[in-house]
C-alpha cells in the first residue's frame, strides 16, 4: 500500500443498492518537530509543534515550515534530521546550525496555523512583513491568460494521491511557461504549501520570483502567509480567497488569482501581472 494512503473495507450504498468494498483513504498521522539548536558545546533540544500530516516529504515540510515561520532565514541553517528508530515514532528533530540564534520563549505567540488565530488582521499582516526577506516587483513577472488556464489541468495530472483516495489537498509550482516543476500533497493545505516551499529551498529556488504557486482548495491567509514570505508573485487558487489573504496579498503587491475553472477566473489584486487575451 502507498505511504499516503490505506486500504479500508467499506459498504458503498448507491442508487438504492449497497455493496462492500475495498476503498483507499488519506493517511492522517501527527508529526511531531522538535528543534536541536545553541552553539555546539551546548546543545539544547526544543519540542516546536504538533501537526497532522500526511506522511511523505517530512523533511520538506519542516524546512519549509521553519522558513515561512521565520525561524531560519536560509535552507541550509538546517543542517540535518533526526529520527527514532522505531517506525511508531512520529517525531523529527531539526539539527539547527550552532550559528542560528534561536530564542524558545519568542515561540509562544508565533505560529498561524489557523484562520481563528485569535491575532487582528493588521498584526498578522505586519508581521508577515517583519518576517518576510523578499519584497516583490508589482510590475513583474507577466504571464498569460493562455498559460495560466493550461495550469489547473497540469496541476491535476499530477496528484497521483488525490487520484487514489480523493481527499488530499495540493500546491503545486509552475514556471512562467506553465510548466509543473514540483508538486506536493497533503491532508493539510499549509502542510502541502511548506513541502513545496521545503523542496524549492533544497533547490536553491528561493524567492520564487519567477513562478506560480497554484493549490487545490481556497486561499486562506495562511497560505498568502506562507507565499509571501518565499517571495512567490502570482498566487492561484482552485477555490475562495478569504478576505484576509486579499488584504496580505494587496498590501504584498502580489497578483492572487482564485475560482480558478475551465471557462475562467477571478482576479483579486494586482491584474498587471496576466496579459488577458482580447475580449470577444
Same mark, same amino acid.
Given at each position: 500500500?502507498?505511504?499516503?494512503?490505506?486500504? /479500508?473495507?467499506?459498504?458503498?450504498?448507491?442508487?438504492?443498492?449497497?455493496?462492500?468494498?475495498?476503498?483507499?483513504?488519506? @493517511?492522517?498521522?501527527?508529526?511531531?518537530?522538535?528543534?536541536?539548536?545553541?552553539?555546539?558545546?551546548? /546543545?539544547?533540544?526544543?519540542?516546536?509543534?504538533?501537526?497532522?500530516?500526511?506522511?511523505?516529504?517530512?523533511?520538506?515540510?519542516? /524546512?519549509?515550515?521553519?522558513?515561512?515561520?521565520?525561524?531560519?532565514? /536560509?535552507?541550509?541553517?538546517?543542517?540535518?534530521?533526526?529520527?527514532?528508530?522505531?517506525?511508531?515514532?512520529?517525531?523529527?528533530?531539526?539539527?539547527?546550525?550552532?550559528?542560528?540564534?534561536?530564542?524558545?520563549? !519568542?515561540?509562544?505567540?508565533?505560529?498561524?496555523?489557523?484562520?481563528?488565530?485569535?491575532?487582528?488582521?493588521?498584526?498578522?499582516?505586519?508581521?508577515?512583513?517583519?518576517?518576510?526577506?523578499?519584497?516583490?516587483?508589482? $510590475?513583474?513577472?507577466?504571464?498569460?491568460?493562455?498559460?495560466? #488556464?493550461?495550469?489547473?489541468?497540469?496541476? !491535476?495530472?499530477?496528484?497521483?494521491?488525490?487520484?487514489?483516495?480523493?481527499?488530499?489537498?495540493?500546491?503545486?509550482?509552475?514556471?512562467?511557461?506553465?510548466?509543473?516543476?514540483?508538486? !506536493?500533497?497533503?491532508?493539510?493545505?499549509?502542510?502541502?504549501?511548506?513541502?513545496?516551499?521545503?523542496?524549492?529551498?533544497?533547490?536553491?529556488?528561493?524567492? @520564487?520570483?519567477?513562478?506560480?504557486? #497554484?493549490?487545490?482548495?481556497?486561499?486562506?491567509?495562511?497560505?498568502?502567509?506562507?507565499?509571501?514570505?518565499?517571495?512567490?508573485? @502570482?498566487?492561484? $487558487?482552485?477555490? $475562495?480567497?478569504?478576505?484576509?489573504?486579499?488584504? @496580505?496579498?494587496?498590501?504584498?503587491?502580489?497578483?492572487?488569482?482564485?475560482?480558478?475553472?475551465?471557462?475562467?477566473?477571478?482576479?483579486?489584486?494586482?491584474?498587471?501581472?496576466? !496579459?488577458?487575451?482580447?475580449?470577444?
Amino acid at each position: 500500500m502507498s505511504h499516503f494512503a490505506e486500504q /479500508r473495507r467499506i459498504l458503498q450504498r448507491r442508487h438504492a443498492r449497497s455493496v462492500e468494498i475495498d476503498d483507499h483513504v488519506v @493517511l492522517e498521522e501527527p508529526l511531531e518537530i522538535k528543534l536541536e539548536y545553541g552553539p555546539a558545546a551546548r /546543545r539544547e533540544r526544543y519540542t516546536l509543534a504538533v501537526t497532522m500530516r500526511t506522511p511523505g516529504h517530512d523533511e520538506d515540510l519542516i /524546512r519549509g515550515f521553519l522558513f515561512t515561520e521565520g525561524i531560519i532565514d /536560509r535552507p541550509e541553517q538546517v543542517a540535518g534530521f533526526e529520527r527514532p528508530e522505531s517506525s511508531e515514532d512520529h517525531t523529527v528533530t531539526a539539527l539547527l546550525d550552532p550559528d542560528l540564534v534561536f530564542l524558545p520563549d !519568542r515561540q509562544q505567540r508565533h505560529f498561524y496555523t489557523s484562520s481563528s488565530c485569535g491575532v487582528c488582521g493588521k498584526a498578522s499582516i505586519d508581521m508577515v512583513h517583519q518576517v518576510s526577506a523578499y519584497r516583490l516587483d508589482p $510590475a513583474v513577472p507577466v504571464i498569460s491568460e493562455k498559460v495560466l #488556464m493550461q495550469m489547473s489541468d497540469r496541476m !491535476r495530472q499530477a496528484q497521483h494521491a488525490f487520484d487514489l483516495t480523493g481527499g488530499i489537498h495540493a500546491a503545486a509550482l509552475f514556471d512562467l511557461n506553465g510548466q509543473v516543476a514540483c508538486t !506536493r500533497e497533503d491532508v493539510g493545505r499549509h502542510n502541502a504549501v511548506d513541502k513545496l516551499i521545503g523542496w524549492a529551498g533544497q533547490q536553491s529556488l528561493l524567492p @520564487l520570483s519567477n513562478s506560480v504557486v #497554484m493549490v487545490s482548495g481556497r486561499a486562506g491567509f495562511e497560505l498568502i502567509q506562507k507565499a509571501v514570505v518565499a517571495g512567490v508573485p @502570482l498566487f492561484v $487558487a482552485v477555490g $475562495a480567497p478569504s478576505s484576509l489573504a486579499i488584504e @496580505l496579498a494587496e498590501r504584498s503587491d502580489m497578483t492572487l488569482v482564485a475560482f480558478m475553472r475551465d471557462h475562467g477566473f477571478n482576479v483579486y489584486t494586482h491584474p498587471q501581472r496576466i !496579459r488577458l487575451d482580447q475580449d470577444s
